[in-house]
């Protein structure tokens, strides 16, 4: 038969020990445990009354947050994940904020663009999740890696639940901190089923745990249900690994007691499991464990019931009556980035040197590393080695391993590092081997650098540095053009030079920028062309595109490798006048350069080396159908890659490239 609550009342059906805790301890533990208890039995209320959307139930499982939490220094980053109310509880989030928050009111932690728990709060030293599970591992990772670099004696917690075990995320969050001695605590609840999917399901391994010995980590398997237990172990975890810099993995066993989310149920659990399970209730055991010891009475339990009711009450009145978000475009738009300086930096002198664009680049960045003490280059080689193309070659003599990292095999976890350290006061700067590369770091471009600034106001200062392109016949994963897949995502930029004087002013922008840039590098001209140009530190205004060749009879628009085929064709069609417009950033485009040099000629050709389908060319032609018709004299026309992938041999590269088809285009649009 079901236990019922009162067969549970005054019975302790778990060992627990409270060592040398005071019972100030101890009371404050079963406070921060039944408060996010009573607040969840009100959320199933309000849920059955239709006042509230989805949750995500933690009842069963709130010893794991609660005792990690109360574990951790208050300056010390949580990464919590969808289950974990008690993280924010404990922390001391003002419950009508937190009801704001997930009834998407103005005083919530989003403004009412993302939901429940996905918000972070530098106030409370939160970062919370995005849907997708797993990447908030390596952002932990980052987080303390920049208290490593300060020399901050400081760990840092993250959650995952066990079926987010099985992402590569995990694996290489786990590996990074294992090899970096990153002072991170994972902790993996294990709750028995992943929405519908029980453990045997999702692993083959005995215990979870069992992994940290393959990462080289120490490994805890502990009663996720007794809040001390919880308590004393990430405690004494935390003590020593801020001093001994480490990470430790703890598996929390414990039980999701309701459905994945309320609407979904449990009926796919057996009933001897919910049986079981439910005499090992967190909050009754140890309320009856604290009453047996003489810790509380039942008087000061009664009452404290009696006080969060009316606290959880008021707060949800508070957060319900708050008036409904009014939409307003402009603020939506703007808040997709961090404010930036208008100000542009300029150098201190007007020496010049000869550099190719592949110095340019290094250049910019060692200066960069000069001037920020709290920037850091991350990626594969970069350290010793130089980096694939020597671009980093000398960074470790001058400025340490500590800020020119060799990172494992792992474009994921670096790209989340890099936003973690952002998210604790640094800046960094990851090198994408080859920019086909990012595809295994999509989800943390995509999802998280582009939008955190947009949920919760956290901005990502982060450079990933792109060398892309084809030209070098290096067939079909490394010569690939992508930027049109960062174009389509609102909260990054991309920026693209094509000449040195650029790569250099717009990679120190870049670095200078709050905001997450993509930064693409041809490398055909990594070492094809040269130029004179400024020796200090200047910056170049990401946004402008600069006219590089003027004519009055077709505009070429255009940027990377499409500049240079532009520019030596009229070298060698001198009868062709053209404006050759460099777009140099591509988010956002100079949509008023792109409309001076449209009305002045009347005939476009939009020239890239991607490929023709949804590339770059396409939108900007878009727009000049839809805003600038009345000016043209002919169809804007593109003259684009091939819409295949890219071949190796050079016969067929160079017929996939669109310079191939570049004559044939522009005598077509002279000629209409
Ligand atoms: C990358 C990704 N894939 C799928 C999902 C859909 N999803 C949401 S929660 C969940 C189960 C998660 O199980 P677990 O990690 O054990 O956490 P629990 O919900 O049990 O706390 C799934 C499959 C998701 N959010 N993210």
């Not at 972070?120 to 908030?136: A, D």
């Not at 990054?492 to 250099?504: E, I, M, N, T």
């Not at 026309?637 to 295949?644: I, K, Q």
Request: glycine share 8%.
């Amino acid at each position: 038969m079901e236990p019922s609550i009162e067969t549970l009342e005054n019975t302790v059906y778990m060992q627990f020990d409270h060592k040398q805790y005071s019972h100030e301890t101890l009371i404050e533990l079963y406070k921060n445990l039944l408060r996010p208890r009573m607040i969840e039995e009100k959320m199933l209320i309000l849920l059955r009354q239709g006042k509230v959307g989805k949750w995500f139930s933690g009842i069963g499982q709130e010893a794991i947050s609660v005792g990690a939490t109360m574990a951790m220094k208050y300056d010390e980053y949580i990464l919590p994940m969808h289950r974990n109310l008690g993280v924010f509880t404990s922390r001391g989030i003002p419950l009508e904020k937190l009801v704001a928050q997930w009834q998407g009111k103005m005083s919530g932690f989003t403004k009412g663009r993302d939901r429940s728990f996905h918000f972070g709060t530098q106030e409370h030293k939160i970062v919370g999740m995005i849907s997708h599970l797993g990447p908030q591992m390596a952002i932990a990772d980052g987080i303390a890696l920049a208290d490593r670099l300060e020399n901050r004696f400081r760990a840092t917690l993250v959650f995952t639940g066990e079926g987010a075990t099985s992402e590569g995320d995990f694996h290489e969050a786990l590996n990074v901190a294992s090899v970096w001695n990153l002072p991170v605590i994972f902790i993996i609840e294990n709750n028995g089923y992943g929405l519908s999917t029980p453990t045997a399901e999702q692993y083959k391994c005995e215990s979870l745990v069992d992994r940290a010995a393959g990462y080289g980590m120490q490994g805890y398997k502990i009663d996720g249900n007794n809040v001390l237990e919880v308590y004393d172990t990430v405690r004494k975890v935390a003590e020593e690994i801020r001093y001994t810099p480490r990470p430790v993995l703890i598996e929390c066993m414990t039980f999701r007691m309701r459905g994945h989310e309320e609407a979904s149920g449990t009926k796919y659990v057996p009933k001897e499991l919910m049986d079981e399970w439910r005499t090992k209730d967190p909050v009754f055991n140890f309320e009856n464990y604290l009453l047996q010891q003489g810790v509380i009475s039942l008087d000061y339990v009664g009452e404290l019931k009696i006080r969060n009711k009316i606290d959880i009450d008021n707060a949800i009145d508070m957060a319900f009556s708050e008036f409904d978000i009014v939409a307003d475009t402009a603020v939506e738009v703007a808040d997709m980035y961090a404010p930036t300086k208008e100000e542009q930096i300029e150098p201190l002198s007007d020496m010049k040197a000869e550099k190719r664009y592949l110095d340019a680049i290094s250049d910019a960045m060692r200066l960069a590393m000069q001037r920020h003490s709290n920037l850091v280059i991350m990626g594969q080689d970069v350290a010793e080695y130089g980096g694939a193309f020597k671009i980093t070659q000398g960074f470790v003599e001058e400025f340490g391993k500590g800020r020119v990292r060799n990172t494992p095999l792992c474009e994921s976890a670096i790209v989340g590092a890099a936003l973690g350290l952002s998210i604790n006061g640094y800046k960094a700067i990851m090198e994408m081997q080859f920019a086909d590369f990012v595809t295994c770091g999509f989800n943390q471009i995509i999802n998280n650098l582009a939008k955190s600034h947009y949920r919760w106001g956290q901005n990502a200062d982060v450079v990933v540095r792109m060398p892309t392109g084809a030209g070098t016949g290096a067939g079909p994963f490394h010569s690939q053009s992508n930027e049109a897949w960062f174009v389509k995502t609102p909260g990054l930029k991309v920026v693209y030079p094509a000449f040195p004087s650029d790569a250099k002013g717009l990679l120190a922008s870049a670095i200078e920028d709050p905001n997450p840039i993509i930064f693409f590098e041809h490398k055909y001209l990594y070492r094809a062309i040269s130029e004179e140009i400024l020796t200090d530190y200047y910056t170049t205004p990401i946004g402008k595109a600069k006219l590089v060749n003027e004519g009055n009879e077709i505009s070429i628009i255009t940027y990377g490798l499409g500049v240079h085929w532009a520019l030596d064709y009229l070298k060698e069609n001198p009868e062709v006048s053209a404006d050759v417009l460099d777009l140099r950033t591509l988010l956002p485009w100079d949509v008023e350069a792109v409309t001076e040099t449209v009305k002045k000629n009347g005939k476009v050709l939009i020239l890239h080396e991607d490929t023709l389908c949804c590339g770059i060319g396409a939108e900007i032609a878009a727009y000049i159908g839809e805003h600038l018709f009345n000016y043209l004299d002919s169809p804007v026309m593109r003259c684009a890659s091939l819409d295949t992938a890219i071949p190796m041999n050079k016969a067929l590269e160079d017929n996939f490239l669109a310079k191939a088809r570049l004559d044939e285009s522009i005598k077509k649009l002279m000629s209409y």
